[in-house]
C-alpha cells in the first residue's frame, strides 16, 4: 500500500526552502541584535554566535540534494543566495552548479577565484566538464585539461567540438561495451570487475575491434539466459542510435516516441563514442519548454529573478521597444478614424473586443504551429491542407462569437447596422489572425530563426492594428 505520510518532492523541496529561509531570517536577526549591544569581549561573542546560527543551516544544506540546493539558490535573493554559498561543502559545489540555472550559475561563479572553481570542477566527469565549459574562465579550463588523462582529455575536446543543440553536446563517456564473440558467463564477470555500472544502463553496447558499433544487450536478457550463450546470439542489431552530429530535439523526440532510458552514439564512420541518458534528455526538454515560454514573452534569454535591475531591463527592452513601435501604428490607425468614433461613441467601446480577441486567436494558432515545428510534424506537403484547417477554423469561431457580439451589441445600443459590423470585423479579424498565425513562424523557421521567439508580440500587433483598421473602416463604411 501506498505511503500517504510520505512527502511529495515538490512538497519537500517547498519546505526544505522555508526551512533555510527561516534559519536565513533567524541569523540575520541575532547578528543584528548582538551588533548593537556594548559587551566584553563583543568580537568572540559575535564570532560564536553566527557560528552557532550558521552551522544549523549548514546541515540543513548538506542533508539536501543538489537539485533541491540549486532550487533553494534559485529561490533567493542575491545577497542570501550567498550566504547560502558559502555553506555549502566544496565538493558539492560542481554538482549543484550544473543544477541552477545559467543566470543563477552566472552569479555563483562570479564570487568564485580560480582555484575555487578548478575545484569545483575536478569532481565531475568529462561531459559535466563540457556543461560548464562556457561558463568558465579560461585559465580554469585549461588547469582542468591538463589534470585528466589522454583518454578523458579526448572525450572532453570531443564534447566542446560539438554546437550545444546537437547529441555530442549533450553525450557522456560512461558506458559498458562488450564485444559479440563473448559469452554470457564472461560479459558477467567482466560486469563484477567494474564494480558497479554507469547510472541509467538497461542495456550493454556491442562492437567489433574496430569499436563500430554491431548492436546492443539488454540487461534483462544477459540475466535470464544460459551463461553459455553468445552474445551475438541474444543481442538486439537493430537499436535506435545517434549519430553525434543529430540535433538533441530530434533525439528527444526519439526518446520520448520509443521510451528509450540509453541509446549508443556514433560517429560518422559508425564507431561507438558515447550514449545519451534519459536525465539528459529530460533537462533537455525542460530547458527547451522554459525557452520557449519565455521566447514567446519576447525574453531574450533566461533571466535571475533577483538579478539587477539593470540586467533585467536589458533582457527585456528589445521586444518592448517593438511593442511600442507597433502601439504607436494602432494608436495611428485609431487616429485615422478620429471622425468616425466622434460621431459613433460605441465604437470606442467595442473595438478593443475586436482587437483583443483576434490576438487570443492569433496566439492559439501560433502555439499549434511552434508546437509542429518543434516536433517535426509539419512539412512542406502538409503545409496547405494546415492552412486551410486553421482558416476553417477561424472561420467558423468568427462566425459563431461574430454573431452573439453582434447580438450583445444591437441590444447595447439598438442599432442593428453596428451589429452586422461587429460581426463581420470579427469574422475578418479571426481570419487574418487565423493567417498571420501560420505565416510568422513558418517563416521565422524558413531563415533559421526560433519560431516562438517574440512570436506573441508580433501577432498582437497585426491584430490590434488590423482589427481597429478593419472594424473602424467597416464602421466608416455602413454606419456613416
Do not use: C
Not at 531570517?25 to 541584535?33: M, Q, Y
Not at 538497461?202 to 540475466?223: E, H, I, M, Y
Not at 563514442?273 to 525542460?286: E, P, S, Y
Not at 494602432?330 to 467595442?350: N, P, T
Request: proline content about 4%.
Amino acid at each position: 500500500m501506498p505511503d500517504h505520510n510520505q512527502k511529495a518532492p515538490h512538497e519537500s523541496v517547498q519546505e526544505s526552502l522555508r526551512r533555510v529561509v527561516e534559519l536565513l531570517h533567524k541569523h540575520e536577526l541575532v547578528e543584528s541584535l548582538v551588533n548593537k549591544q556594548d559587551m566584553p569581549r563583543h568580537d568572540l561573542v559575535q564570532q560564536l554566535v553566527h557560528k552557532q546560527n550558521l552551522t544549523e543551516l549548514q546541515n540543513t544544506l548538506d542533508a539536501l540534494h543538489p537539485a533541491d540546493v540549486a532550487y533553494i539558490l534559485e529561490a533567493l535573493p542575491l545577497d542570501q543566495r550567498l550566504i547560502v554559498w558559502e555553506l555549502v561543502r566544496a565538493d558539492r559545489d560542481g554538482d549543484i552548479l550544473l543544477e541552477v540555472s545559467d543566470a543563477v550559475r552566472e552569479s555563483l561563479i562570479a564570487t568564485m577565484d580560480t582555484a575555487e572553481l578548478r575545484a569545483a570542477a575536478e569532481h565531475l566527469d568529462t561531459d559535466e566538464i563540457a556543461d560548464l565549459a562556457p561558463d568558465l574562465p579560461r585559465e580554469v579550463i585549461e588547469d582542468l585539461f591538463k589534470s585528466l588523462d589522454k583518454e578523458e582529455q579526448a572525450q572532453l575536446q570531443s564534447a566542446l567540438s560539438y554546437p550545444e543543440d546537437t547529441v555530442g553536446a549533450l553525450m557522456d563517456f560512461d558506458m559498458v561495451s562488450i564485444r559479440s564473440d563473448m559469452t554470457l558467463e564472461e560479459v558477467l564477470g567482466h560486469l563484477r570487475t567494474l564494480g558497479e555500472l554507469p547510472s541509467h544502463t538497461d542495456k550493454l553496447f556491442v562492437v567489433d575491434r574496430n569499436a563500430k558499433l554491431r548492436g546492443v544487450l539488454p540487461l534483462k536478457r544477459l540475466l535470464l539466459h544460459n551463461p553459455d550463450v553468445q552474445v551475438a546470439s541474444l543481442m538486439a542489431d537493430d537499436p535506435v542510435v545517434f549519430n553525434a552530429e543529430d540535433k538533441a530535439g530530434d533525439a528527444a523526440s526519439a526518446f520520448e516516441r520509443y521510451d528509450l532510458v540509453t541509446a549508443p552514439v556514433v560517429d560518422a564512420r559508425n564507431r561507438l563514442v558515447g550514449r545519451m541518458t534519459v536525465d539528459v534528455v529530460m533537462d533537455f526538454i525542460r530547458d527547451e519548454a522554459e525557452g520557449d515560454v519565455l521566447a514567446l514573452a519576447g525574453l531574450r534569454e533566461e533571466e535571475d529573478m533577483f538579478a539587477s535591475v539593470w540586467k533585467s531591463m536589458q533582457n527585456r527592452w528589445t521586444w518592448l521597444a517593438i511593442n511600442l513601435v507597433t502601439a504607436f501604428i494602432a494608436s495611428r490607425v485609431i487616429g485615422v478614424f478620429e471622425g468616425s468614433i466622434e460621431k459613433v461613441v460605441a465604437l470606442a467601446a467595442l473595438m478593443p473586443i475586436v482587437a483583443g480577441i483576434g490576438g487570443n486567436s492569433g496566439n492559439q494558432t501560433i502555439t499549434m504551429i511552434v508546437r509542429g515545428l518543434a516536433l517535426g510534424q509539419i512539412h512542406p506537403s502538409s503545409m496547405r491542407k494546415l492552412f486551410i484547417k486553421e482558416i476553417g477554423v477561424s472561420l467558423l469561431n468568427g462566425l459563431i462569437w461574430g454573431s452573439i457580439l453582434g447580438l450583445l451589441a444591437y441590444a447595447l445600443y439598438r442599432n442593428a447596422a453596428l451589429g452586422a459590423v461587429m460581426t463581420g470585423a470579427m469574422v475578418l479579424n479571426l481570419l487574418l489572425a487565423a493567417t498571420m498565425g501560420v505565416f510568422i513562424p513558418l517563416v521565422m523557421h524558413k531563415f533559421g530563426r526560433d519560431p516562438a521567439v517574440g512570436s506573441s508580440v508580433l501577432i498582437t500587433a497585426v491584430t490590434d492594428s488590423g482589427g481597429f483598421f478593419i472594424f473602424l473602416g467597416l464602421a466608416t463604411i455602413f454606419l456613416l
